[in-house]
């Protein structure tokens, strides 16, 4: 299976070797996760004492906590990034599942075609179409309003195609059964189709709500209201109006925004690599 | 806007009325409607798919490369083509041959180190049995962590008196630096953060090429005499890891091309245009200074070069393939 099975046991000083080297590059990546929290709980004086310490000598979480999320409305952003989130991939799934199947199970004219449109979907990054987004949105009179964070990802190129490579290696036979149950083919698509697929789905599923809780880009183009800003665009705003100069609640609220994808990553980290690795065709 | 659903209704239409004229024996009418209505079924399903992909990715595609090569600026109501005008500017334009130049040296210094750091974490994962969930997860945190809120730790970390780089480098005598404000290390600066943010990623891709490897190599490699772990390194595995290697440096390289967040949050491309990359020049040109057509060509130049590197990509994967 792997280079390791052949060789089960290491040698002791080897064994050692490895725990130490990967400890080490561990902490080193780990740094400025501890950094952050560290001079999340220091009150100002400790921050900008010029020695170093890991843990304050007096501990002032609360009042950095509490001043994060009462001075910038970081619920809020947080609340914007689970609907942005939420929306975008429940329309993405409701998009491509159907397109997936068809390309998958359904013969018809155009087939081949429609799966060249979608590899070359899959091919263009999105950053490089902002400017007629922006103007699309703008026509359409949505700028500035959760619709122009959503509109643009409701079709997932990359959602068609892994769906429909899932969909592929479901037997015919569980189709044609179905239809002579008098299934219609869209309660095939969500009865059959993508529960079988559910690693699929949870997946794309990972792979969207990572990207698009992370993403800043589109969000600064397409919103300018504090009460629509998902999360890094919230940070990013904290941060100017701060100065940079109030770290204690600065590294707070960049903590609290970083936690809801770290705590979902290690309460499931076999779905979130596996699903983060697939991506890697987009 | 209306060629998707064009599309479809046509060939509804057409599916209609072939069905009613053509009737030469019951059998082959019946085989022909269930044809037809397949095909109707498919289109239909795709049908929202379909016009998504045209509205939202072909239509802005198309529209891209229009602003490119005309003088049409925000709001305006006519424009004109000028042909490659905009390319002219962007290209005699100082700070984007320097934007331009910043990205290469960036993915040069950002692609080996990724490609180094995730092989050898993963070579080392998977040379003992015990702690790889550990270790994998630790090292691949930084890349699903929001990077605005990261970079914004890492500034801190980075802060010419208070920050922990600086205090370490004092402490053992060794020169300090405004890490970020000094145009001789703000690029590399940025170059470490992404290597930082991505070397989890390579080393997912490498543990999975390395499950991958046939147990039967390391056998004939055992028969072979090469017993030891590094002559099994440099016989099997190094070689068998060719094309998952080729694949990381194309993902990475693309990842590193498309680096926007950290320019904007940390440096906004400076100092002067120190750190300046392409990504940061198309948001800044678009949509800061409403330098549309120019701005579009920059798109255009970016187009160009991730289409290249993920078109090398295709070509990559299907030999795997082919190999396999």
Redesign the interface.
Known sequence: ????????H?PAY??IL??A??LV??AL?????V??VS?SVKPPGE??????SLWPSQFYGVENYTKALTEAPLLRYMGNGLIVCTLILGLQI???A??A???AK??????DL?HG??L??L???H??????????CYQLGILNTYAALV?????S?FG?FLFRQFFKAIPDDVVHAARLDGLS??AI?WRIMVPMALPAVIAFSIFSV?GH??D??WP??AVRDQSLMP???G??AF?NEEA?ND?GP??A???L??LP??IA??AA??W??EG??KG??K | MSGPLALSSASDERSTTRSDRTSPTPAASSARRRVLKEALAAWTLAGPAVFFLFVLFFVPMIGVFIIALTDWQFGARSLSFVGLANFREVFADHGFRTSLFNTVIYVLIVVPGTLVLGLLTALLIESGNSCRSFYRAIHFLPFMATLTAMAIAWEALLHPTIGLVNQTLAAIGLPTANWLRDDKTALSVLAVIDIWQNLGYAMVLFLAGLKSIPQDLYDAADVDGADLWLDRLCTVTLPMLGPVSMFVVIVVALRAFESFDTVKVLTQGGPGHASEMLLYTLYRESFEYLHTGYGAAVAVVFLAIVVTLTLIQARLMDRKVHYQ
């Open positions: 299976m792997s280079a390791s099975t052949s060789t089960p290491l080897a064994a490895r725990h080297v990967l590059t561990g990546v780990l740094i400025p996760f950094w952050m001079l921050i900008f004492r010029a020695h170093f409701i998009v491509c159907p397109c199947y068809a390309l359904l013969r018809f004219a155009g087939r429609l449109l979608v070359i979907g091919l263009l990054p950053q490089v179409l902002s400017l007629p987004l922006f103007i699309l509109f643009p990802y409701v079709v190129p068609i083919e869209l698509i990572v809780w992370n800043l880009f600064l183009i999360p890094p665009l940070i990013m941060k940079g770290y600065l590294m609220a960049s903590t925004v970083v994808l770290v990553f290690l980290q076999k979130f690599v983060l690795a890697a065709v």
